[in-house]
């Protein structure tokens, strides 16, 4: 059973920035494709950011696009999510999640729908003040 564990949440004034981790257990990371969802009070589970295994193509929600960067490090098993110019919005509980991919295809392929996933992390605060 694969675990991770999400850290880099906290309190931030808008306009600033935090920086997201998340490191599963297990061997496989460079099997896996990733992303980052988040969950705000009483609203429903929404996609943020996904990268391919290969880390080479992502994608964002729009709402964030141009302010969040996501990134991975194969070699040191983590990814990344930058968030800059945080808006009051942007709460939520950011959740990281995993899915193995196929090793014999590109790597290219990044996924964005919540039913794509099979490992989710228990997510971490992040609460943006006006």
């Known amino acids: 059973q694969v675990q991770l564990v999400e850290s880099g949440g906290g309190p931030v004034q808008a306009g600033g920035s935090l920086r997201l981790s998340c490191s599963p257990s297990g061997r496989a990371f460079s099997t896996y494709a990733m992303a980052w969802f988040r969950q705000a009070p009483g609203k429903e589970r929404e996609f943020v950011s996904a990268?391919?295994?290969?880390?080479?193509?992502?994608a964002y929600v729009d709402s964030v696009r141009g302010r969040f960067t996501i990134s991975r490090n194969n070699a040191e098993k983590t990814m990344y999510l930058q968030m800059n110019g945080l808006k009051p919005e942007d709460t939520a509980v950011y959740i990281c999640?995993?899915?193995?991919?196929?090793?014999?295809?590109?790597?290219?392929?990044?996924?964005?729908?919540?039913?794509?996933?099979?490992?989710w992390g228990r997510g971490t605060q992040v609460t943006v003040s006006s």
């Open positions: 990268v391919s295994r290969n880390g080479e193509n992502k």
């Open positions: 999640a995993i899915r193995y991919t196929d090793p014999f295809d590109s790597g290219n392929f990044y996924y964005t729908s919540k039913t794509d996933y099979s490992y």
